[in-house]
């Protein structure tokens, strides 16, 4: 029984590899503040994250915000200016072009080659039974290639926690 889905029938675009710029700037300056924070945060030095999949879920969170939400968000994913909106457009092109370098590489000569796999998996997961109104459907499969799973975060949230948590299993090779 497959979760229940919000998506848009709209495909991925294609991009041009130059248009990620604008999406690599926005990620390392972020990713420059969302370290600071976490190293305030645990003092002892043991730490990972993602700081390109933290950017990418609040970049698909910021294309359904509006006014000042949106406005914050922009400054807190340093989205490109003087148009924060392409950050969408921009941030496929980056993504496009980090999956574009997985595949086998040589190593040289009489080592084994390596196989490089890039598995970038992002996904929004909404309460059931809100309507999610269509453009913000379409950015998210426009841009991000990806619709929204939905859950129920009312009354069975530790269902919830539990889809989430396999999601991401299930994307990151149990990572």
Sequence with gaps: NADPLAVSDLPRAETVVTDAAPASAAVQAFTADLFQVLVDAAPDGNLLC????????????RTGALGTTADQMDDVLHAPQPSPARLGETLNALTQLLESRAGTISRGTGVEPAEIVIDVANSLLGQQGIPWKP???DALATYYGAGMQLVDYRTQAEQARGQINDWVSDRTHAK
């Design 135 to 137: 453009p913000f459907l």
């Design 50 to 61: 993602s700081p390109l999949s933290v950017f990418c879920a609040l970049a698909m969170a």
